[in-house]
């Protein structure tokens, strides 16, 4: 069982990005995903997640405005495309399965297995 996100970057203040989660080793149908991000010295905070199929998505720090999650379940891959890119978005983003809902609040706890993630730099 494994989620692999990739597609971070270098972006510019105000640039956009859209991240990939690859999953694998399991049928992504049955599990709500949720992409997070943990920048240096920080804890790990959830940014979006997506319910089972066509579900309800769910964005904890109000950034719907700037960021949507995606699934595409056909082919095990969950996105995340995220616009007016800000300095203080840079960090680490992860993506984890769950078999519970998703919420308002994400618990990292809720979220497993995590991959490495991919490092997201928003900088001039």
């Known amino acids: 069982v494994q989620l692999q996100a990739s597609g971070g970057g270098l972006v510019q203040p105000g640039g956009s990005l859209r991240l990939s989660c690859a999953a694998s080793?399991?049928?992504?149908?049955?599990?709500?995903i949720g992409w997070f991000r943990q920048a240096p010295g920080q804890e790990r905070e959830g940014v979006a997640c997506h319910s089972i199929s066509e579900g309800s998505k769910y964005y904890p720090n109000n950034e719907k405005e700037r960021f949507t999650i995606s699934r595409d379940d056909a082919k095990n891959m969950v996105f995340l495309q995220m616009n007016s890119l800000k300095y203080e978005d840079t960090a680490v983003y992860y993506c984890a399965r769950s078999a519970f809902p998703c919420g308002e609040v994400l618990v990292p706890s809720h979220f497993a297995p995590w991959g490495p993630g991919t490092l997201v730099t928003v900088s001039s």
């Open positions: 080793g399991f049928t992504l149908d049955y599990y709500a």
